[in-house]
Every structure is written in C-alpha cells, then in structure tokens.
T-cell receptor, first 114, second 111 residues
Framework: GDSVTQMQGQVTLSEDDFLFINCTYSTTWYPTLFWYVQYPGEGPQLLLKVTTANNKGISRGFEATYDKRTTSFHLQKASVQESDSAVYYCVLGDRGSALGRLHFGAGTQLIVIP | EAAVTQSPRNKVAVTGGKVTLSCNQTNNHNNMYWYRQDTGHGLRLIHYSYGAGSTEKGDIPDGYKASRPSQENFSLILELATPSQTSVYFC??????????FGPGTRLTVL
C-alpha cells in the first residue's frame, strides 16, 4: 500500500543553519506530495505541495523537490529561524481514491536554538 | 478564511464510558476526516466521509464510529472508551485538489 518514511524523529539546529529533512515514499500511482507543518497547540497546516506536473514546491523559504527515480521528497531550507521550530510531516496524497486521502509520515520535530 | 472547529478541546473519560468528539467546518467541503496523532505514528486515519449521511472506515476504525448528519458536522464516537484510545484527535475537511484544513485538535485521556 501507499506509505511514507521519515527516519529523523528530531533535528536540532542553530539559527541560520541549513535544514534538510529526508522523506521517501511508496505508491503505485503518480503521487501528489505535501509537506505539512504543525506548530505547538495547533493542527497541521499545508506548507507546500508538489505534483508530477511541477516537481518542485517553494513556500516561506522552504523548498521540496520530487524525485521519481529515488522516490524521494526531501525538505530543505537555507537558513532556519527560531520561529521554524515545529513538527514537519511528509505526506502522500492518495489519488487512487476520490476521497483525497492523505498518508502521513511519522513526523520530524525541528528545534531551532537562537 | 477556512475554518474547522472541534469540541471539546480537552476531555477526560473513564474506561467503558461513551465519548463523542464533535467537528464543524465552514469551508463547504464535501469530504471530512478524523485522525488520531500518536508519537512515532504521525496522523492515522480513523473514519472519513464523502458528504452528509456517508461514513467510511479508514485505516484504524476499530473501537470508533462516525456520524455525518450534515455537510458541516462530523462526529467521532467511542462507545466503550479504553485507555489505548488516549490520544490527540484531529478533524479535517477538504479533498485532494485543495489542501486539507485541520482543526485545533482534541486531547482525550481515558482513565
């Protein structure tokens, strides 16, 4: 079945460091891929979205590129700020159903030290 | 602004008791979803709905029922709550062509 793998449970960085969060996915369909971000006390919210049509998403300084060959969808940011501290989820959209189901990875807690 | 609200925000229940979690959306989305969030598992889908009157099982439906009486409202029902259902529950609305909008969550503790 469709699945997403995030191996990094927690990443701790200093302000202005480079961020890289790994994500790989498995699906038999052409994927729609998302990164969602969850701040403390809130529900997840969409950070960026990528489809096979555009391959790359950019939002709020974050960037993710979909690589069909390696089935990867890593999240990057050149210079993190303390306000980026949150949980980041790699998410696969299930186009095999009309329901628009999402498959979430386990999440990566980002802690940015000022 | 899209809006999904949940009530209650916090709930303490006793084992064997009945718990109802409520969700309301003003987005006019056809699809609604209930997830639970546990450390190491991300969000897992419990039940979902295509529209008023419909409910479908997600990936972990055992021990849960759902009800969609209207376009705006979607409830999650635990008929006989157990400690293993202690978790944070999120409701969402949307579909694959637009983002899913999540509510703020309900923290449920079953003693």
């Amino acid at each position: 079945g469709d699945s997403v793998t995030q191996m990094q449970g927690q990443v701790t960085l200093s302000e202005d460091d480079f961020l890289f969060i790994n994500c790989t996915y498995s699906t038999t369909w052409y994927p729609t891929l998302f990164w969602y971000v969850q701040y403390p006390g809130e529900g997840p919210q969409l950070l960026l979205k990528v489809t096979t049509a555009n391959n790359k998403g950019i939002s709020r300084g974050f960037e993710a590129t979909y690589d069909k060959r390696t089935t990867s969808f890593h999240l990057q940011k050149a210079s993190v700020q303390e306000s980026d501290s949150a949980v980041y989820y790699c998410v696969l959209g299930d186009r095999g159903s009309a329901l628009g189901r999402l498959h979430f990875g386990a999440g990566t807690q980002l802690i940015v030290i000022p | 602004e899209a809006a999904v609200t949940q009530s209650p925000r916090n709930k303490v229940a006793v084992t064997g008791g009945k718990v109802t979690l409520s969700c309301n959306q003003t987005n006019n989305h056809n699809n609604m979803y209930w997830y639970r969030q546990d450390t190491g598992h991300g969000l897992r889908l419990i039940h979902y709905s295509y529209g008023a009157g419909s409910t479908e099982k997600g990936d972990i439906p055992d021990g849960y029922k759902a009800s969609r009486p209207s376009q705006e409202n979607f409830s999650l029902i635990l008929e006989l709550a157990t400690p293993s259902q202690t978790s944070v529950y999120f409701c969402a609305s949307g579909d694959l062509r637009v983002e899913q909008y999540f509510g703020p969550g309900t923290r449920l503790t079953v003693l």
